[in-house]
């Protein structure tokens, strides 16, 4: 499967890289005094398909008013005297590629893909990446003081009709203190010991590939033989990077221990600062044994959060919790899908199944007795959970939504503020859109005279 989704997209830049070549000269649109190639269309599309976007020809349209947006703006920020550092643009540029990379399966393969050295395609990508960052962060400038009061979120939201009013589901605030197994140095040495017997077969002649796939526990690389593809220090845990950069090529790692078990690796390639390894990995499991202490530590403390009040909860998550992702935010659980703005209130029927039917027989205030927990992968863990608060299913209000309701007030504010922006400046700019383009819904009208041209320079 994976080597003919490589082999389609291979065949699919191949042809916009062509089909770029072949309409080289062809002008797409004029921006005041910039040009768009049919070309850089191409080029954009096929990097748009190389980090895994669909294939979709209507799409270029799009991709022609971005092109065109990003021109007004980065011509303005010329003039406001907006641009960006040389080592951040390279940041981005590297970034790009590390991402490239390793969707096409290795800097290797990239390159036949992209007919031409990876270092080739960051020189011909760097500006236009340049310009796209220039272009946005001329937008965050037009954008920077736009703000909502209070006053402006209520106007906002008594323009809602009101059968348009967004309707919020049940949502709860949840707290949980984790405590996972930990199993004692010889409670480990069987699963250490079974890697070390793995390791000697591949160093007696076994192949590590074949074996990675027979007992490597990591589901996701397993079934390409243990293969992780390129990473850089920043995609690896800390124990599993050390290993990988001191490697030589074709060296099989003893034995280490990270977080997520025990591993061996072997290192296929390096260049620069990325590595391709594969790594076979054996996930140590809780015993009963281990499983009694957990729920004794999680009794106990349980007991000095609500028998001897020695501890508040959020102070017992921090202190005393094995969950990295709400330990140090008082023990609260994060809707997921509203993690950027760190929202802890989370609709009921997005709950894991075993948190809600805990949180289900809870009154708000209350802490549940420690319960036993199973993840996706089936490892088993005690939890104490803290239901902090309960909003029931209800349309918006400002009572209770002011916080989602100005931050719906804010992006509406700042998208008018930008298209306003661009109304004004594109009336004032000459634009020509080629007749291929004509029937693009998003740049109807966009096109404009030399009188146009005449008034921008003359202001």
Not at 188 to 209: H, M, N, P, T, V
Request: glycine content about 4%; overall charge neutral.
């Amino acid at each position: 499967m994976r080597k003919f989704g490589i082999a389609v997209l291979s065949l699919v830049l191949f042809a916009s890289v062509a089909h770029a070549q072949r309409v080289l000269d062809k002008v797409a649109a004029v921006v005041g005094s910039s040009i768009i190639l049919q070309s850089d269309i191409e080029s954009t599309y096929a990097q748009y398909i190389l980090q895994g976007q669909q294939m979709q020809p209507a799409f270029k349209c799009q991709l022609l008013q971005q092109l065109v947006t990003q021109k007004l703006l980065a011509q303005q920020a010329v003039i406001d005297s907006v641009d960006v550092k040389d080592d951040e643009v390279d940041n981005e540029v590297e970034r790009r590629m590390r991402g490239m990379i390793q969707r096409a399966g290795g800097q290797e393969r990239l390159e036949q893909f992209l007919n031409r050295s990876v270092i080739q395609y960051k020189d011909e990508i760097r500006p236009d990446i340049k310009e796209q960052m220039i272009a946005q962060r001329m937008q965050q400038k037009i954008t920077e003081k736009v703000s909502v009061t209070p006053m402006d979120v209520k106007k906002f939201y008594e323009g809602i009709p009101k059968d348009s009013l967004p309707l919020y589901n049940k949502e709860v605030e949840v707290g949980v203190i984790a405590f996972n197994p930990s199993l004692t140095k010889e409670e480990k040495e069987i699963y250490r010991q079974k890697l070390e017997d793995i390791r000697a077969r591949i160093k007696a002649g076994a192949d590590f590939g074949n074996m990675a796939t027979l007992y490597s526990q990591d589901t996701g690389s397993a079934p390409d033989g243990g293969d992780l593809g390129f990473q850089d220090r920043s995609g690896l845990v800390k124990e599993f990077s050390a290993m990988a950069f001191k490697l030589k090529a074709g060296e099989v790692s003893p034995v280490f221990e990270t977080e997520y078990g025990f591993h061996i690796l072997q290192v296929i390639e390096r260049r620069g600062e990325q590595v391709h390894a594969r790594h076979i990995l054996i996930i140590p499991q809780s015993t009963p044994t281990s499983l009694d202490r957990s729920k004794s530590k999680a009794d106990s403390v349980y007991n000095l959060i609500t028998r001897n009040k020695k501890i508040d909860f959020s102070s017992a998550a921090s202190f005393y919790s094995d969950d990295k992702d709400t330990k140090f935010n008082g023990g609260m659980m994060l809707n997921l899908e509203n993690v950027q703005n760190r929202s802890t209130y989370i609709p009921t029927d997005r709950l894991d199944p075993q948190v809600a039917a805990v949180v289900d027989t809870m009154k708000v205030g209350e802490i549940a007795k420690p319960f036993i927990y199973a993840d996706q992968a089936g490892k088993k863990s005690y939890r104490i959970l803290y239901l902090k608060s309960v909003t029931e299913a209800h349309k918006a209000n400002l009572a209770q939504d002011f916080p989602r309701l100005k931050e719906i007030a804010q992006d509406d504010k700042v998208n008018r503020t930008v298209s306003e922006w661009f109304e004004k400046k594109r009336k004032e700019t000459f634009i020509r859109i080629d007749p291929e383009y004509a029937q693009c819904k998003q740049l109807k009208d966009w096109s404009t005279t030399a009188t146009a041209s005449s008034t921008a320079k003359t202001n």
